[in-house]
């Protein structure tokens, strides 16, 4: 079957070659090498929370404090002090009215309804100074009443006026400029206690025509006033619905200014206009607070809008850092899962590499697992080896198949162990027939004859320890021959693929095995003159004899070597472990090259 003549085999390439290569490649991190992401991860998650609890926080610092300063700003505008003044027009207009005998009973009867009044206070329904202001109202009508007594009727104007100058006086407009600043809602405050001071100013005014430095003192407050229209919308409402107000403004390159004079020089009292301010005024402290109120609730709805979603945030955070770590766990034990099973699949994938070489040299089979063409390979010199078993037709005649097959294993298995210490390459197995080659797949220069002769002694002497499991006291004997000349190695075939030799050296050599004698080592004369280098063995030429298909042919008797023993006959089918292990280490080595030429 493996004899053919001397020709050239393309080189085939093998359209399932793949077959033989499973390139499945997955290294799993190692555990600590998979907690850092991890780690990073988590160190990302916690900045993350850590910088929107800061940001938040700030956020909430900086609304809480508008509501504050807006809380601040409603508390002053509905002070108490604020709505007490809203009724000083009562004593502002009883200046003006005519002084008769009634003036002291009129006056004390409008304190009263001052007092009264405040119970029902429109400005504040919710505020907690109502009873502060009846207890004032009750001190200030008892002070106002001993002093009106102690007085005649023509003072009694005086000393209402220095009664309302003393209200006005608690009014500080510095504190309330410095706030406004910070604070635009400040403008309102600033506005009302301003019209408070400009009131009280036109009246005295209108009262005393001739009063000295009265431009001085209202141009200031004028100034003031125009920056608080300019300031606050509410101001500059109030003012502009306002007709006795809206008259005082001159428009000057689109911007509305208030100049109460109209471009004169000095500024001309009227009662008009103090009903005007005293309008203003109640528009401004009704509109200010409506506005603070409503300002105030929306920075609360936002501020708890806000908390809200930082409770949400700090409940939904632990639960996405739990779900992680879950799935951290859950990636944990499938890579460690995905590295038992890599583990095992490296386990099969070096079985099957040892079956494969076990079939095919490493060199091709390196070839058929990275799917590239197997060319077949000329080689100029090779030595091959062929044995079979003398009367082998007889001993399986006496014997079931079974034995047969318990037999060959036993002596393949002497062989295989023996040629593992040698530079030799099995071809395969025929029945009986052994065939070995050396020089091939990995050339090894002129040591191919030394390597094939040493092994054929060692197995002429291990077949004598090989027992006849039917046979007990029989014992094999070994017919082999030698010859060395060039031959074609190639592979063919792709279901089974099989590594095989081509070219008349194989011929020869089957020759000289068919035609030596048992346990007898017939060599050519080509092998002879190869092993004649080394001068170390011992030969003894057999002449001439006829070789079907050769001729006539010069041949020699391998006796042994000068320089090399064969094992002890007790110990030559045994394991060596020292080369079995080097072998072993060669084995693995090249293994990975494929690795490492992908």
């Known amino acids: 079957m493996f004899l053919g003549a001397a020709r050239n085999t393309p080189g085939i390439r093998h359209p399932h070659c793949c077959w033989f290569w499973f390139c499945f490649r997955c290294s799993p991190r190692s555990n600590a090498d998979s907690r850092k992401p991890v780690g990073r991860i988590l160190t990302a998650c916690v900045i993350s929370l850590c910088s929107l609890l800061g940001a938040v926080s700030f956020d909430l610092s900086s609304s809480l404090e508008t509501w504050r300063t807006t809380g601040k700003a409603l508390e002053e505008l509905v002070s108490c002090d604020k709505l007490w003044a809203v009724r000083l027009y009562v004593l502002q207009e009883e200046r003006h009215s005519e002084m008769n005998t009634s003036f002291h009973a009129r006056l004390l009867g409008n304190l009263n309804s001052l007092c009264k009044a405040s119970e029902a206070e429109p400005y504040c329904e919710n505020c907690q100074c109502k009873k502060e202001k009846i207890s004032i109202c009750r001190f200030y009508i008892t002070d106002r009443r001993q002093k009106l007594n102690s007085t005649g009727d023509a003072e009694a104007n005086q000393v209402l006026s220095r009664a309302i100058s003393e209200s006005l006086e608690r009014f500080s407009l510095q504190e309330d400029l410095r706030a406004m600043r910070y604070n635009p809602d400040w403008a309102d405050i600033v506005a009302f206690k301003l019209i408070l001071q400009i009131r009280e100013a036109t009246l005295k005014a209108h009262l005393m025509p001739a009063s000295p430095g009265l431009q001085t003192t209202l141009h200031p407050f004028f100034a003031i006033l125009n920056y608080a229209v300019f300031s606050s919308e509410n101001v500059r409402k109030c003012w502009m619905d306002n007709v006795n107000l809206s008259l005082q403004f001159t428009h000057y390159e689109g911007i509305s200014f208030f100049i109460p004079s109209l471009g004169s020089d000095e500024f001309v009292p009227t009662e008009a206009l103090a009903k005007g301010l005293h309008s203003a005024q109640s528009c401004l402290l009704q509109r200010g607070q409506e506005k603070l109120v409503t300002k105030s609730n929306e920075i609360l709805v936002t501020l708890s809008l806000k908390i809200s979603l930082l409770v949400v945030a700090c409940l939904i955070y632990p639960i996405i850092l739990m779900s992680f770590k879950q799935m951290t766990d859950w990636i944990h034990n499938y890579a460690r899962n995905l590295k038992e099973k890599t583990e095992d699949l490296k386990r099969e994938r070096r079985l099957a590499e040892d079956l494969l070489h076990q079939m095919l040299p490493k060199s091709v089979a390196k070839q058929l697992r990275k799917c590239q063409k197997v060319e077949a390979e000329n080689y100029d010199e090779v030595t ?185 006959d007790s110990l030559v089918c045994h394991w060596n472990p020292a080369i079995s292990k080097k072998n072993s280490e060669k084995s693995k080595q090249t293994e990975l090259l494929p690795d490492v030429d992908n």
Request: net charge negative; with cysteine; charged share 20%.
């Open 384 to 568: 091959i080896f062929f044995s079979d078993i003398v009367g082998f037709t007889s001993i399986a005649a006496s014997c079931t198949p079974l034995q047969v097959v318990e037999m060959l294993n036993n002596l393949y298995v002497c062989f295989d162990s023996r040629i593992e210490s040698y530079d030799v390459y099995k071809v395969e197995t025929i029945g009986d027939a052994y065939m070995v080659v050396s020089g091939l797949p990995e050339r090894n220069g002129t040591k191919h004859a030394d390597e094939i002769a040493k092994m054929s002694l060692d197995l002429v002497a291990a077949v004598r320890q090989v027992v006849i499991p039917h046979m007990p006291m029989g014992r094999l004997q070994l017919r082999a021959g030698i010859h060395t000349g060039p031959c074609v190695a190639g592979v063919v075939g792709y279901k089974m693929p099989r590594y095989c030799l081509f070219g008349d050296t194989v011929n020869t050599a089957s020759r000289m095995e068919s035609t030596s004698l048992p346990q007898k080592i017939h060599i050519s004369s080509a092998t002879y003159d190869a092993l004649l280098t080394d001068d170390a063995y011992e030969i003894e030429p057999r002449g001439e004899i006829e070789v079907k298909g050769k001729g006539k042919m010069k041949t020699y008797w391998l006796l042994g070597n000068k320089n090399y023993s064969v094992q002890n």
